[in-house]
């Protein structure tokens, strides 16, 4: 077990909130700090120092009570569940869906769902920042709570560094539980004391839990790739993600529930009470202090949405208080990793790798990858197939499947490190005739498509995928090491030749309209193609787009240096 052997914990002291450092959302090895372009490189630099300086390794708390508790046994009395069953067609067993591609719609979904909740709300994300989304968020949960219905909080302990008070705060208000996978039990006010302080079990604090679910009364869900930040529903001044969510309803959702009970009973999660003493606080003090925390200029005041989204879709608002829900009903079927591969692959994890466990995302998605018959589109934002991944895209094209793939481009990427790993495939791929698209921020900023990000930086962070114009997959794996080995994650896969036809046009979106697409040059070398406006010729460039002599620099200073299989 994980708690077996460690030392004796002391629960940390609720204090004053550390200094704010809202570090982003970043592909989790080691994060990058706020502002930083450097991203895993300056982290790797300063737990290289921390090793130098703070070695030691904090024990997890042992003999840690954990209440089991499960999703409700039936929704269909609530009012959600009157208009699920209202809406659906009849006896035919299928689920309901929505696409949100556009960010805005996507968090006024959760919102609006949350504010219609009547028995439970469960909800679970590799991160809740402490910013103005995070803090709103939590506020509409709390808003529920305080109605009756019962909230479960499952959030991974990497990202919460400083917020403890906020969590706590939330955690005192009645029908709340807070719990956290595979904490960092000591230093908990900052990321870099955090990994300082556990330096000794590096094995167990690099995995975390990178699932995205948001399950309401369970009879409506909301899942697909993005979490709880401002980066991730266009909050953010600097850069905000491009990504994919959908709403679910239906004979799926009890599905997804088991899922998110399977973890919230784990052993590998610990109510926040084990990990954080309130200092003597009462629960109203900190009930007043959530409140302190959550109201004013720092906490966001949503925007009117558009009378219909990309797809023509109306805010979810207006259905649920028409009483009419539009979806499109489909077969489905969800999958989500053991919560025990956190432990890597040891006897309690079934000893089996994630691509051989038939309940794993990995093993999902490759199988479906594998049984294509003509087509594939797929995006990702992380790149780095490995051995299976390119056995899969050989195994394809063999048989004459055309496979396309967008991700980021280095100019665009958050993780430059990643890259690293990413461009080692690139010729192999392009030889094996996959059609590579990288995304472009220039074009991004430049094409009306997109006008909704501004000035803002358009990345790419949706992890989905077309099969034959009529199976889709939404989730949160990655195509790489990380997603396949190391962190666990969730998906779903939509049989539906209408939904897949929505998720192709948004693909070829930002394909067509915000990528380049690349080539093998005459001499064997990588080329980007800029395709031209009207008549003209295209752009053929020869080094990574919209990126400095510095930026392409560190990636050949680092590329000896950086372990694939950890990427």
Same mark, same amino acid.
């Given at each position: 077990m994980v708690e077996t052997g460690h030392p004796a914990h002391v629960a940390h002291r609720i204090e004053p909130m550390a200094e704010d450092f809202s570090f982003n959302p970043r592909h989790p090895v080691i994060p990058a700090g706020p502002g930083s372009r450097l991203g895993r490189a300056s982290w790797l630099l300063l737990l290289g120092l921390a090793l130098l300086f703070m070695g030691g390794c904090a024990g997890l708390p042992a003999g840690v009570e954990r209440k089991p508790s499960v999703a409700i046994a039936d929704g269909a009395d609530t009012m959600l569940g009157r208009l699920?069953?209202?809406a659906s067609p009849p006896g035919q067993g299928l689920s309901g869906f929505r696409l949100l591609p556009m960010p805005q719609y996507s968090l006024h979904a959760r919102v609006e769902?949350?504010?219609?909740?009547?028995?439970s709300i469960d909800v679970q994300y590799y991160l809740v920042q402490n910013d103005e989304t995070g803090r709103y968020l939590l506020r509409?949960?709390?808003?529920?709570? $305080?109605?009756?219905?019962?909230?479960?909080?499952?959030?991974? $302990?990497?990202?919460?560094? !400083?917020?403890?008070?906020l969590f706590a705060g939330f955690a005192a208000h009645p029908n709340v539980e807070v719990r956290f996978f595979n904490p960092f039990p000591a230093g908990r006010d900052f990321l870099g004391t955090r990994w300082a302080a556990s330096l000794l079990d590096f094995d167990r604090v690099h995995r975390r839990m990178h699932n995205k679910l948001f399950v309401v009364d369970n009879t409506m869900a909301v899942m697909g790739g993005r979490n709880i930040a401002n980066e991730y529903f266009l909050r953010d001044g600097g850069s905000n993600f491009i990504d994919i969510d959908t709403l679910v309803a239906g004979t799926v959702v009890p599905r997804l529930s088991s899922l998110f009970d399977m973890y919230w009973n784990s052993p590998y999660v610990y109510p926040i009470e084990s990990l954080v003493s309130n200092g003597g606080a009462t629960p109203q003090q900190l009930r007043e202090r959530f409140e302190q925390l959550t109201t004013g200029p720092d906490t966001l005041h949503p925007e009117p949405l558009d009378s219909t989204d990309l797809l023509g879709n109306n805010a979810l608002a207006k259905d649920l208080g028409e009483g009419a829900l539009s979806l499109v009903w489909a077969r489905a079927e969800a999958y989500a990793d053991a919560p025990a591969k956190a432990l890597g692959p040891t006897d309690e994890a079934r000893g089996l790798p994630a691509d051989e466990s038939t309940d794993s995302v990995l093993y999902n998605v490759r199988r479906y990858l594998r049984g294509a018959q003509q087509e594939i589109l797929q995006t990702t934002p992380y790149l780095i197939p490995g051995r299976g991944g390119m056995e899969t895209i050989r195994l394809v094209?063999?048989? !004459? /499947?055309?496979?396309?793939? /967008?991700?980021?481009?280095?100019?665009?990427? $958050?993780?430059?490190?990643?890259?690293?790993g990413y461009r080692r495939y690139r010729p192999e791929m392009l030889g094996l005739g996959v059609e590579l698209y990288e995304l472009s921020p220039k074009r991004v900023e430049q094409t009306k498509r997109f006008g909704i990000y501004g000035s803002a930086s358009g990345r790419l962070h949706g992890k989905s995928a077309v099969v034959d114009r009529s199976m889709v997959f939404i989730g949160s794996m990655n195509f790489d090491p990380r997603s396949m080995l190391h962190n666990t994650e969730i998906g779903i896969f939509i049989f539906s030749p209408q939904i897949a036809q929505q998720l192709t046009s948004l693909i070829g979106f930002i394909r067509l309209d915000g990528a380049y697409q690349l080539q093998l040059g005459p001499s064997g070398g990588i080329e980007w193609v800029s395709p031209a406006a009207g008549d003209g010729a295209?752009?053929?460039?020869?080094?990574?787009?919209?990126t400095d002599f510095w930026s392409r620099w560190k990636l050949e200073f680092f590329a000896p240096l950086v372990p694939e299989s950890l990427l």
């Open positions: 699920v069953a209202a769902l949350a504010r219609r909740a009547q028995r509409t949960l709390r808003d529920a709570a $305080d109605r009756g219905v019962r909230v479960r909080l499952l959030v991974d $302990d990497l990202y919460t560094a !400083g917020a403890d008070p094209r063999q048989r !004459g /499947v055309s496979y396309t793939i /967008v991700t980021n481009s280095l100019a665009a990427t $958050d993780e430059s490190l990643v890259h690293i295209d752009t053929i460039l020869h080094v990574e787009p919209e």
